[in-house]
T-cell receptor, first 114, second 114 residues
């Protein structure tokens, strides 16, 4: 398996523009997580899905952020409109539903909003 | 609520010396505990996990971790550090009953000095 695949790897956009980050989880994994990593706040859980259903979105910073998982093999994280403080590395991770398994992370998308 | 604390932002150790990276946790019920490593511009890589059983867990690259229930700790250790071990290390907890969120600590930067 190719692992968790995220695209793009790097994104530079202007303030106010819409940004869409994409994630393809490992085939057969039922849970998917979106994390944001910054120097100031470390690794924050934004939202996670079980069987394509959002279970906990309490980490989504504000209404400008939204996430979808239309099927088991694809998820998006959208920021509209983007702001400079959204600049961070965004990670997607997936795992089988069983609680004792580790999460598998993608390589991340480095977002820069100028 | 689940939480993880990594009390040291940075740990410096001489090559060949033993290393310890500290982690304490708080979770309802029995925890699932994980250590991950992050190299520059990369995603998080799984090192080892504690689910149940033997309190000393062995993982990748010669790392091991000791689970201590009374102290709610899960410290990462290696008998002899290598310069190539220099990286950012994250401890994570996942509740064993019901919740599927992985909560990460703030990370500890390990520097192994030649």
């Amino acid at each position: 398996d190719a692992g968790v695949i995220q695209s793009p790897r790097h994104e530079v956009t202007e303030m106010g523009q819409e940004v869409t980050l994409r994630c393809k989880p490992i085939s057969g994994h039922n849970s998917l997580f979106w994390y944001r990593q910054t120097m100031m706040r470390g690794l924050e859980l934004l939202i996670y899905f079980n069987n394509n259903v959002p279970i906990d979105d309490s980490g989504m910073p504000e209404d400008r952020f939204s996430a979808k998982m239309p099927n088991a093999s694809f998820s998006t994280l959208k920021i509209q409109p983007s702001e400079p403080r959204d600049s961070a590395v965004y990670f997607c991770a997936s795992t089988p539903r069983e609680g004792h398994t580790e999460a598998f992370f993608g390589q991340g998308t480095r977002l820069t909003v100028v | 609520a689940q939480s993880v604390a990594q009390p040291e932002d940075q740990v410096n150790v001489a090559e060949g010396n033993p290393l310890t990276v500290k982690c304490t946790y708080s979770v309802s019920g029995n925890p699932y505990l994980f250590w991950y490593v992050q190299y520059p511009n990369r995603g998080l890589q799984f090192l080892l996990k504690y689910i149940t059983g033997d309190n000393l867990v062995k993982g990748s690259y010669g790392f091991e971790a000791e689970f201590n229930k009374s102290q709610t700790s899960f410290h990462l250790k290696k008998p002899s550090a290598l310069v190539s071990d220099s990286a950012l290390y994250f401890c994570a907890v996942r509740g064993a009953s019901g919740t599927y969120k992985y909560i990460f600590g703030t990370g500890t930067r390990l520097k192994v000095l030649a």
